[in-house]
């Protein structure tokens, strides 16, 4: 008599994913915008790679190598090592040679001592930097090398132009080493 009537809530239906959906996401890239950040209370010795953004804001040393993907050393960070990254973003100290594959920023608290190689290059009002930069995006004889060497690899039985003599003598230093004279 004093119940009130309950309206029964159906629940909703838990379907299972097909296995044609869990496979392609199973193949989807790893990275998906996600990055990983080294904290400041974090020391990393060895080296770095991986196949996601970076942002460090503790200290590493060694080498860091995400060749399609991005490497951010935070105000906090400091770096001691060679970086490779598509994109790559100083705020903190950098001790070590940058190659940037798409560009390369160092914003008004960044600190470089090394040389940059990339195609686009920002230095902003205030930051600190000694070293070079090659912004050269037609490097004919890294390129050249690049292909020789992998000649060399695919077809190592096929003869590969010889470098042009020098004629000249040389002498063996005291301190062991070689001193060319060329003539």
Known sequence: MFE????????????????EKFSAA?????????TALIGPGIHIKGDISGDENLVIEGRVEGRICLELHQV?????????????????????EVRGDIN?????????????????????????????FKGSIDMDPSDNAKS????AAKKAVDKPHEKIAEPAKVGGSGTLNENKSYTLNVS
């Open 4 to 19: 009130k009537h309950r309206s029964v809530k159906q629940e909703p239906e838990v379907t299972q994913p097909s296995p």
């Open 72 to 92: 951010e050393v935070g105000q906090t960070g400091r770096v001691k090592a060679d970086i490779t990254a598509k994109v790559v973003k100083i705020s903190g």
């Open 100 to 128: 940037g594959t798409e560009k390369v920023t160092i914003s008004r608290s960044g600190n470089v001592h090394g040389n940059i190689v990339a195609p686009r290059m920002a230095l902003e009002d205030g930051a600190i």
């Open 26 to 34: 199973a193949n989807a890239p790893i990275s998906n915008g996600r």
């Open 144 to 147: 050249k090398l690049a292909s």
